[in-house]
């Protein structure tokens, strides 16, 4: 086997770094009450999704409500909103639904997030949500993340439903911060691993792209705001048609 030169490997590295500094950084929007144009509440778009947004009560991770979410609503950009009631649509022809777990994030609660990561005795919802992975790789391990992809209104996290409107065994719970729920992993099993491609099949066709740790994470590839992390508080009166 032959190896590159260490003069060549060393040029490509610093090459790469060069490249990777010359992005510009996300901007992140000072907080507000209202959102800006083009921001919809789901259930206007696709009243037959269903919605479960666990952020807005204690059923998550950090077991209590998360700051911003004043009401269980899904908010997202009017592109997503609508891109994700086709993939309701086609899945309809299958006797098969969805279900949103949570939609457009406040950069206020992604701090609030932090500031739970920071506390080394709030590990009460551990055994629930991360038995195996320390809490404090769950940033490293890119579970979590300092600025938020869901800020912009892009991404949604979500789970199929069934025929009688029950959610599907995808092998994790949403949340689970697992290897067992990266959307390649072989823990689950056949009809599991099944459910996940079903999904992100349904998903991909729309123009939604996965990322490698979630199998139930999702973003909009035309989202109008992907450089965007905004502040405004999860209600709709922040949509100003309240």
């Given amino acids: ?59 998550n991770f950090v077991g209590e409500p998360i700051d911003g979410y004043q009401e269980a609503e899904c908010l997202l950009a009017e592109e997503a909103a609508r891109a994700l009631e086709r993939v309701r649509a086609a899945l309809a022809d299958d006797g098969l639904g969805l279900r949103v777990y949570d939609c457009y994030r406040p950069q206020r609660a992604v701090d609030h997030f932090l500031r739970w990561a920071k506390d080394p005795d709030a590990t009460e919802r551990r055994a629930d949500f991360y038995p195996e992975v320390p809490k404090d790789r769950l940033f490293d391990e890119g579970y979590l993340a300092a600025r938020s992809g869901h800020s912009g209104g892009g991404t949604v996290d979500l789970t199929l439903l069934g025929p009688g409107g029950e959610a599907v065994d995808m092998g994790t719970p949403f949340d689970f911060f697992d290897p067992a729920s990266h959307p390649d992993s072989d823990a689950p099993d056949r009809e599991q691993r099944r459910a996940r491609e079903r999904l992100r099949n349904a998903m991909d066709e729309e123009g939604f792209a996965p990322i490698d740790t979630e199998w139930w994470h999702f973003t909009y590839g035309q989202e109008p705001y992907p450089d965007e992390h905004f502040d405004f508080p999860v209600e709709r009166a922040a949509l100003g048609t309240e």
């Fill in 1 to 59: 086997m032959r190896f590159a030169p260490v003069v060549t490997v060393a040029l490509a590295v610093g090459l790469l770094a060069a490249l990777a500094g010359s992005v510009a950084p996300a901007r992140v929007a000072p907080r507000a009450e209202r959102a800006p144009d083009g921001f919809v509440a789901l259930r206007e778009v696709a009243p037959l999704i269903q919605q479960d947004i666990r952020y807005a009560g204690d059923d």
